[in-house]
């Protein structure tokens, strides 16, 4: 399998035809969700706060992660490096087929869902890094824009060390334009998008270990560094609807958990052995 870590170049995305529009749900009967939260993300791109582990869970979790960190970093990677995990580590590939998570994702996407992608953004106390407002689906080879990310915060993530920000209704812009990410800026990613807020309103979103959110990949967001001295974790989950399409061979990390993908387009990855 190939390294799923690598992001496609620019040249590689432009040179795909991509439907790179939002596409509302049109769920009226959700199970999990409700009719206003189902409103809400057509309207301004993300649902918050969700409620999915008790705090005897996420301590599990976090006490997995800060393992898994510590053998990350004593093989040379760091905090930021631990993507597609999905594929490589079992109790990663049992959180992105949770269904506590699945289910509210399901309610936005339809009846069959693929989940393909898995990478902690872990901000180390003071360590000066920051996200640039972008898009998710500026990075990812998919079409049509029919995809979501649940961040599931594994430490307390607030205004101090570095919770994320929306810019509430910009995922119905489309797809903007970007520049390359400057060095001076300590970006985590590589694409920068200038003044947000003329998309739309500002929005914090803080979360409580344990909770998550959902946003639409076409939803303009970042965070600013973590200058406190706790650290600010959080793993991202990738999901789609089963129709989309995945140029690139991304299609091969795939995970089908909910229904089915009538074109057989998605792997289905069994759960890794490694803990």
Known sequence: MKDF???PTEDELNAMERDLSFHPSTNTSPKILTTQQVQQFNEEGYVRPLNIFDENEISEIRAYFDDLLARVVSGGGNSYSISSAHLKYGPVHDILTDQRIVDPVADLLGDNVIGWGSHFFCK????????AWHQDASYWPLSPSKAVTVWLAIDDADLENGCMKFIAG???????????SDSAEHNVLNQTIENPQQFGTEVDDPLK????????????????????DRRRCGLTLRYCSADVHADLGWNEKGVHVRGADPSGHWSDQPRPATQ
């Open 5 to 7: 870590q690598i992001v």
């Open 124 to 131: 180390m106390p003071g360590d000066g890094k920051a996200v």
């Open 209 to 228: 270990a344990g909770q998550a959110s959902i946003h639409a990949d076409l939803l303009l967001h970042g965070s600013e560094a973590n200058h406190s």
């Open 170 to 180: 910009s995922h119905t812009k489309g797809h903007m334009t970007y520049r390359p």
